[in-house]
């Protein structure tokens, strides 16, 4: 509706206003709400204090629409600028800086206590244990805000109180234009009091939200009816118009001037103020009321363009930063669907993942409906995560502490056999052990060289021992091979007597000397063994003496060498069993051919057969024999 269209729809419905009707709402056209007509300046609720509840549940750190800097600051420079601004009582001028201090550092808290976490879920704790304990500062920092927050309720409930006080006020300025549109007074007193209501009316404060549009409609309403009926003369109505349209034209200068303006956010809240300075002046020149409309509404529009093209590319810069961080988290859940299953693949992993993590807090935020979203789903893929990570190394954790367990039992042993004299044994079961350590898997990092260095220590001490026992007897092995060559000279040099008893007991003796000179050196040793056997021979040769005579003597020199065995015992048992089974089997088998030599006829064919299976028992009933001298020596022993 055009200004002309507004005043005839007046003129029509004039003459039916009766005096108590000022509660007709009329929409004025220049004064379209355009910004926040119901805006007042109010300290509100969003700036209290919420340190206590922080916590990451949330990964919000939308933007503070104020024009003071303080992203560099620390926690304590951010306290000791919190305490010099609330010095200053006035909360409408400081709100905005107190707003950019609280942010920050609320902003620097959530940081700390993402790392503080983060290295608590790092070093094995679960995440519902966490408590974050707050720090002096942060202490300090409440304290100080508070005293904010106490000076803004003084402040609200001061205001709210005036507000009422004022709506009463500019209610009474409604009723007085009403009766000054109705009086009978001279033209001079009556434009003087109406000059004088407006200057009163502009003076008067913040009324109640809810009352400012029907506040402003009567008001306007009244204002131009005032002009209609009282019929000003056109030189004060015109002289009038030309001051409101100054002021006019220099808000439209001021607006325009806003488009140089840095800040956004300045900007703005200064065109939110000249919007409600324009709504306190008065009407223009007709023919210039459309014209300056425009060229404010123009700056206006101008200015909100700006605001949202700014706003825009806030709203570009969170998809961007949406976007990146939906791509980190499908990074991690790819990294959860890969098999982790060794100590070095969970590091690596650890490593991909926290690099992640400093990338995801390095990236702003998103939208706030889409904020909270991805917040979760990058907390819940950190979780299971971290909650998988901890349930391998719990497992392993066990399986290194089973894996130390056995690896004491093997240093009790290594350390049980450190002591032995029986070399041969004793190497061969350390290692044994050697061999069982290297299989056994990791054990705890605390324990690991300390275990480690008692196994070889105990090893270390059997084969340092071995090695000295072995270092002393080279010199006695050296002794043994001469005093053994020396025998074998005596044995040769021997010349055999007619006295056939005399000669046994002698080479019984060469056999007991031999078998009691002990060790010679291992490459000497077969070689020796040979040559004393060949020379042994030869003198029972000599003798003429048959071939179980001779055996029956050598097993003798073989028994009496297992004296000095340690374990002759258990050699002595095993032997006789051995002999026993063979001189058992031998008599069943002679046995069986005695039997099968009955089943033959007196047939030549017969006769070779029988000759042929008394050959057999013959040769087993002498091995009887011998075996049974055998036999005889060992239960001598």
């Not at 007046?10 to 007509?37: A, F, H, Q, S």
């Not at 690991?448 to 270390?460: G, H, L, M, N, V």
């Not at 007991?512 to 021979?537: C, F, N, T």
Request: one cysteine or more; aromatic letters at 8%.
């Amino acid at each position: 509706m055009n200004i002309n269209e507004r005043n005839e729809i007046v003129k029509l419905i004039e003459p039916n206003i009766l005096p108590n009707t000022v509660e007709l709402e009329v929409k004025v056209t220049e004064d379209v709400k355009l910004i926040g007509e119901n805006e007042v300046l109010e300290i509100s609720e969003d700036i209290d204090m919420s340190l206590e509840n922080l916590d990451m549940v949330s990964d919000d750190n939308e933007e503070v629409e104020t024009e003071y800097d303080f992203s560099t600051l620390n926690k304590l420079e951010l306290v000791e600028i919190l305490e010099e601004t609330v010095q200053d009582t006035d909360v409408v001028k400081i709100k905005d800086k107190v707003a950019s201090i609280k942010f920050n550092f609320l902003r620097i808290c959530k940081e700390e206590r993402e790392r503080e976490m983060e290295q608590f879920i790092l070093d094995g704790g679960d995440k519902e244990n966490y408590e974050h304990v707050e720090d002096p500062l942060e202490i300090r920092f409440k304290t100080v805000f508070n005293i904010f927050r106490e000076n803004k309720n003084k402040y609200n409930e001061a205001l709210e109180e005036q507000k009422l006080i004022n709506l009463q006020q500019k209610l009474a300025i409604l009723e007085e234009l009403k009766q000054l549109i109705n009086s009978e007074e001279t033209l001079k007193k009556t434009y003087d009091e109406f000059r004088a209501l407006q200057e009163k009316w502009k003076e008067i404060g913040q009324v109640p939200a809810t009352e400012i549009t029907n506040l402003w409609n009567n008001y306007h309403f009244l204002v131009e009816k005032f002009y209609d009926k009282v019929k000003i003369n056109r030189e004060l109505r015109d002289l009038d118009l030309k001051k409101n349209l100054e002021a006019k034209i220099e808000l439209c200068e001021k607006t325009e001037e806003l488009l140089l303006e840095k800040s956004v956010i300045k900007a703005f809240k200064l065109l939110q103020k000249y919007h409600d300075e324009w709504k306190e002046i008065g009407p223009v020149p007709q023919e210039k009321k459309d014209e300056i409309w425009e060229r404010f509404k123009t700056a206006t529009d101008k200015i909100n363009q700006i605001r949202r093209e700014h706003y825009s590319k806030i709203q570009d810069e969170q998809q961007a930063n949406y976007d990146a961080k939906v791509a980190i988290c499908e990074k991690i859940e790819e990294l959860m669907s890969e098999n982790i299953n060794s100590i070095n693949a969970w590091q690596k992993k650890s490593v991909e993942v926290n690099e992640l993590f400093k990338l995801w807090k390095s990236i702003g935020p998103a939208q706030k409906k889409l904020n909270d979203e991805i917040w979760n789903r990058f907390k819940s893929s950190m979780d299971t995560f971290f909650s998988s990570k901890k349930e391998f190394f719990s497992k392993l954790k066990e399986q290194q502490i089973d894996n130390y367990n056995r690896k004491l039992q093997l240093c009790i042993e290594a350390e049980t056999l450190a002591e032995s004299k029986e070399w041969k044994k004793a190497t061969d079961a350390i290692k044994k052990l050697q061999e069982e350590w290297k299989k056994i898997g990791p054990v705890p990092k605390r324990h690991s060289d300390k275990i480690w260095k008692r196994f070889r220590s105990a090893c270390d001490t059997f084969f340092t021992s071995k090695s000295e026992h072995f270092s002393g007897v080279k010199g006695v092995e050296e002794e043994n091979l001469r005093l053994k060559r020396e025998l074998l000279e005596r044995i040769k040099a021997y010349e055999i007597t007619p006295n056939r008893a005399e000669n046994m007991e002698v080479i019984k003796g060469f056999q007991r000397e031999w078998m009691a000179i002990g060790y010679v050196p291992m490459k000497y040793k077969d070689s020796l063994q040979d040559e004393y056997r060949k020379s042994i021979d030869a003198l029972f040769d000599k003798m003429k003496m048959t071939q179980n005579e001779i055996s029956t003597a050598e097993y003798r020199s073989k028994v009496e060498g297992l004296k000095d065995d340690p374990d002759s015992r258990d050699k002595v048992r095993r032997e006789r069993n051995i002999l026993t089974n063979k001189i058992t089997k031998l008599r069943e088998e002679i046995i069986v051919l005695e039997n099968n030599i009955g089943f033959f006829s007196n047939s030549k064919q017969s006769e070779i057969m029988r000759a042929e299976y008394e050959k057999k028992i013959n040769r087993a009933k002498n091995e009887v024999k011998v075996l049974e001298a055998k036999l005889k020596i060992l239960n001598e022993q």
